[in-house]
């Protein structure tokens, strides 16, 4: 079983609309939650951590988390042609290897102008 | 400020030489990782390092990989006696508080 699962996708969403990232996780010992944004040939780069459970904002995006469900999600408002990329969910490691990042397999977002 | 950065950007090694792999990360940050990205295989992690702690090497795939991180900053990746399935995009990420991780630009491992 993966640790940690997101929607392939892709997912397309036209321009200006809200693009809704899922993500589900196995390890209930998991604490730290991040969302990156990976464009094509391009490394991973942090647009969201979220340590608590609740909505945090930051911009156009919120991160969502649900430590009950074990569900982390990103929502992008007002999407652009250049939030088109791969959005991984990463989430620490099993309990015991707190520091390594686990990721997920990403999602490919296609804003459509 | 400087982010993290890697080199080389890109190396083509033939099956059986040795690479070694350099990321610098960013100034002040304690813990540094690496991990590798393969087409098809998502991000996996390889090893960690905080401080002057024993660093955590429960992600190296075979004993042909090991790493160093010298005086505490400096890190580099050794791959012995290179196979094609060592194909990979090799990513250093440091970080300085909790767990958030900054990833530097990559480098690009092909091995024919």
């Known amino acids: 079983q993966k640790e940690v699962e997101q929607n392939s996708g892709p997912l397309s969403v036209p321009e200006g609309a809200i693009a809704s990232l899922n993500c589900t996780y196995s390890d209930r010992g998991s604490q730290s939650f991040f969302w990156y944004r990976q464009y094509s040939g391009k490394s991973p780069e942090l647009i969201m951590s979220?340590?608590?459970?609740g909505d945090k904002e930051d911009g156009r995006f919120t991160a969502q988390l649900n430590k009950a469900s074990q569900y982390v999600s990103l929502l992008i408002r007002d999407s652009q042609p250049s939030d088109s990329a791969t959005y991984l969910c990463a989430v620490n490691g099993p309990s015991g290897s707190a520091r390594q990042l686990t990721f997920g397999s990403g999602t490919q977002l296609t804003v459509l102008p | 400020g400087a982010g993290v950065s890697q080199s080389p950007s890109n190396k083509v090694t033939e099956k059986g030489k040795d690479v070694e792999l350099r990321c610098d990360p960013i100034s002040g940050h304690t813990a540094l990782y690496w991990y590798r990205q393969s087409l098809g295989q998502g991000l996996e992690f390889l090893i960690y390092f905080q401080g002057n702690s024993a660093p955590d090497k429960s992600g190296l795939p075979s004993d042909r990989f090991s790493a160093e991180r010298t005086g505490g900053s400096v890190s580099t990746l050794t791959i012995q006696r290179t196979q094609q399935e060592d194909s990979a995009v090799y990513l250093c990420?440091?970080?300085?508080?909790?767990?958030?991780?900054?990833f530097g630009p990559g480098t690009r491992l092909t091995v024919t």
């Open positions: 990420a440091s970080s300085l508080l909790a767990y958030e991780q900054y």
């Open positions: 979220i340590y608590s459970n």
